[in-house]
T-cell receptor, first 108, second 114 residues
Framework: LAKTTQPISMDSYEGQEVNITCSHN???????ITWYQQFPSQGPRFIIQ???TKVTNEVASLFIPADRKSSTLSLPRVSLSDTAVYYC?????????FGTGTRLTVIP | NAGVTQTPKFQVLKTGQSMTLQCAQD?????MYWYRQDPGMGLRLIYY???????DKGEVPNGYNVSRLNKREFSLRLESAAPSQTSVYFC?????????????FGPGTRLTVT
């Protein structure tokens, strides 16, 4: 299982932009990079997915350099409700290793 | 659509007892998954089923069995529960769509083995 490495935790003040970086040196050609968000006592939910360059949706942006060995999830202007655990996964052919994720705490 | 449903929501077992966790999805997804999440940890894949009639081991299959009863249902069985199996169990499904392998998760079953 191809694994990813993320910071264990991050703190941010409300209204700031938060960038969470994920390292995935052994990414395979067929792998996509997918991020999930998990609130306490709930299952994870999909945030964003990308293969290369930049992807943006209504909640986040995902930046992927040309070598694809890392990726950065960017959350603009976080609020208290963004406090959660964020997981970076490589998804392809049932490659499903969630890892421990990054616990983001947003401070008022 | 209910999405992914799991029963029961909570369960307490004594060591050595058996039980089956039920999962069902109404999204016509081909793939289904069982994960466990220990306190403060990430999710670990127990078993998955890429399609009806097939099942494969994940990262932590020991002590568990699964059945893909039909396209909708995927059950997880603990034959002889142990305290080390105290955890929250999540079922998920994924299927054809714009986002490759996007998984939809159920609400979880909180299991305590004493």
């Amino acid at each position: 299982l191809a694994k990813t490495t993320q910071p264990i935790s991050m703190d941010s003040y409300e209204g700031q932009e938060v960038n969470i970086t994920c390292s995935h040196n052994n990414i395979a050609t067929n792998d996509y990079i997918t991020w999930y968000q998990q609130f306490p006592s709930q299952g994870p939910r999909f945030i964003i997915q990308g293969y290369k360059t930049k992807v943006t949706n209504e909640v986040a942006s995902l930046f992927i350099p040309a070598d694809r060995k890392s990726s950065t999830l960017s959350l603009p202007r976080v609020s208290l409700s963004d406090t959660a655990v964020y997981y970076c996964l490589l998804t392809g052919a049932n490659n499903l290793f969630f890892g421990t994720g990054t616990r983001l705490t947003v401070i008022p | 659509n209910a999405g992914v449903t799991q029963t029961p929501k909570f369960q307490v077992l004594k060591t050595g007892q058996s039980m089956t966790l039920q999962c069902a999805q109404d999204m016509n997804h081909n793939s289904m998954y069982w994960y466990r999440q220990d306190p403060g940890m990430g999710l670990r894949l127990i078993y998955y089923s890429a399609s009806e009639g097939t099942t494969d081991k994940g990262e932590v299959p020991n002590g568990y069995n699964v059945s893909r009863l039909n396209k909708r249902e995927f059950s997880l069985r603990l034959e002889s529960a142990a305290p080390s199996q105290t955890s929250v169990y999540f079922c998920a499904s994924s299927g054809p769509g714009p986002r490759l392998y996007e998984q939809y998760f159920g609400p979880g079953t909180r299991l305590t083995v004493t």
